[in-house]
């Protein structure tokens, strides 16, 4: 009786609490008009009430440094909402004191507020851009969404969404990724010793948290030269929120009209997302769908001799979470996904004696699975435990058409490739203080991967001073697929020792300073052994970066960066250990924005980096009924990669929307930067491939 009667009259209140301006979850405080006693958030932001009696009439919420919020519950006697709370931030002036608020995260967790991301030229619309302004992040090309990570190859990391690993998460040579920015919420980009959580990566993850939505109809449209995206966002009810987005890019048709269709990268993309969240008795139930398409074409001509590459992929993913929260203390969450990708490449280069040698190359993945986490909070202690497991599909027909674009033209060499396994894992992080204000956090991941047959156990462990200054230290063995396009006797997965230790001191209330070192050794990688690869190829990546932040003060905000970083490793072609892709000794980014009393606002970036390494051209020989070339014994670098680009932009109100109308230009110096060469059929002649030119556009964006 007493339980059907607490049932019909009392309610359960849930909800997140952010910055309304960064989008930053808060650990803010949450009280009833009728308790005593206060609620506090946890790390994500989010807060579970229970037994909230029917004479509740108001939440309230606070944190320091912001303006307190107040939610009548009168409108909801016996079921209330999952609420989605946005606190506006105040300014906090104290003498001779700095107020900080508690960070529960270790400094090595990179963070770029969306009211930055939506300024930074060249990447507006796009976390990965924003990424590669980040100290020991680069990229291979302008054009290119792939990232090497503290001197990783392209393939070791790993991309979340809602607890969701995407399987492939950027377009092949597309100037943007799949996801628009106005469906996320927030995201951590760690690199290093990451949790145990997170696996299937040596080098960074990405987590992405899709973007709670208020109980009111909103949206956003912005359209330029370059891309036009739109979102809506429709509560069907206080129960079920419907979100939906598309985009499509016009990169291709700008650069066309403007004649330039040679030596250049020509990409086209459209993507579509949606969500849909349905909050029950039972928890938060949330789908996400992602569908894309790309196609891409690379043309150039050496002395009458064509060199073509073309590039079409499609791909899907859809899952569904289920979130939980038993108690303030006990959280759980658990889903379901599919996801899958299919790309085409086609390919030709001049052969001998007027031919044409062609390749056609087609790749499939697909991967699906479940997984069910629970994590335990309270105030000295945090605790999480999961796993999950599914399938895993690699499907590789034909020779590596692209190839072409780094001069190996092993275009007779044919991979026929067709797997399916299994793969499971399971981990458990621990976060205690050891001593106030010493933390440790503690992690252990065990995995099985497909096609591998023992399984891996990767201990992880972080320590954190949390002083005067901050100062942190981690290692960590993490695991990784290995890539199956390759003939083997035996398959393992390869793994990294990650080292490193850094210091985060805030040398002024507005100026925080930040230096980390790192040293990553790499065993089990793929090395040629003639016929089969084998895995016992290793290699190293060692690296400073030192950083200088400015925190958004008045609208004016900033950072430099610059990193250090050494790599090298066997691979699958050479049997050596050599300056690996991703080796990139110096690069140095710098990003300053400053909006005006007036609504004006100018964000300039540059970016400057050694040129990526390749492989030098030093002859050729006649080799059967070709020539083959021969190329020097260590890598050499392309001409200095520099880049500056600038955002001009005007806030404004028109017809009950707000909005911007901007000016971007990208390499505004016209700097030709080298992706890489091309040879004719003889190698007597040599041809440079050019990423982004000067290309100024204009815009609009605008939400409601």
Known sequence: MHILVFTLFCSTVTGIVYDRDTQIPLQAHVSINDREYVHVCDSAGTFTITGVSEGSNSLIISHVGYKSDTINLAPYPYRVPHLTVGLQALPITLDSIHVQAEKLSMPDRRKVTFDELR?????????????????????PCDFLGLLYVRGGELNENAVYYDGTEILHPYHFLGISTIFNTDMIGSFDFLAGAFPARYGGAVSSVLAIQSKPHPLTISGALSIDLIEADWMYHCPVNKIVTFTFSSRRNYLDVLLENLG????????????????????????RFIFDGFKNQEKTNITANIAGERINLEIDGSGQTINGVWEHAET????????????????????????????????????????YGAFYHAQYTNGLVKMETGGGTGTYVYRHDGPKAVDILYGINSLETVYDIDTSDIYAYFYADQRFSILSPFVCELGQRLEWFPLVKQPVFSPRIRLLFDGTPRIFMGYGLQYQTPPFEY??????????????????????PLFTGYIELYRKQYRHLMR????????????????????????????????????????????????????????RPHILNFVYGKEFANGYLITLKCQFATGAA????????WLMDR??????????????YQRIDVHFGKNIHVFGFTGEVYLTILNITNHKNIQGYLYNSNYSMQKAIFMMPRIPFIGIRLTF
């Open 614 to 621: 390749y492989y030098d051209l030093v002859g050729v020989e």
């Open 627 to 640: 020539w083959a070339p021969i190329y020097a014994p260590e890598k050499s670098y392309l001409p200095q």
């Open 328 to 367: 303030n203390t006990i959280k759980t969450w658990g889903g379901y996904f599919h996801s899958e990708f299919t790309q085409h490449l086609f390919g030709e280069i001049p052969g001998v004696s007027q031919t044409i040698n062609h390749a056609e190359e087609d790749i499939y993945t697909k991967k």
């Open 119 to 139: 300024t930074i030229p060249g990447a507006e619309k796009d976390v990965f851009k924003a990424l590669q302004t980040l100290p020991g992040v680069n990229s």
């Open 528 to 583: 040629d052994g003639g016929y089969y690869t084998s895995f016992d190829g290793s290699g190293y990546a060692n690296g400073i970066e030192v950083s200088l932040r400015k925190h958004n003060d008045h609208g004016s905000f900033g950072w430099v960066s610059y990193s250090f970083s050494a790599s090298k490793r066997t691979s699958p072609y050479d049997a050596e250990i050599r300056t690996s892709n991703a080796h």
């Open 487 to 508: 003939v083997t006797i035996e398959t393992k997965a390869y793994y990294s020792k990650t080292i490193c230790c850094g210091i985060e001191h805030t040398i002024h």
């Open 260 to 283: 330039i269709v040679e030596d250049v990268i020509i990409p086209y993309y459209i993507d579509h997302q949606g969500n849909i969240s349905i909050q029950t008795p039972l928890g």
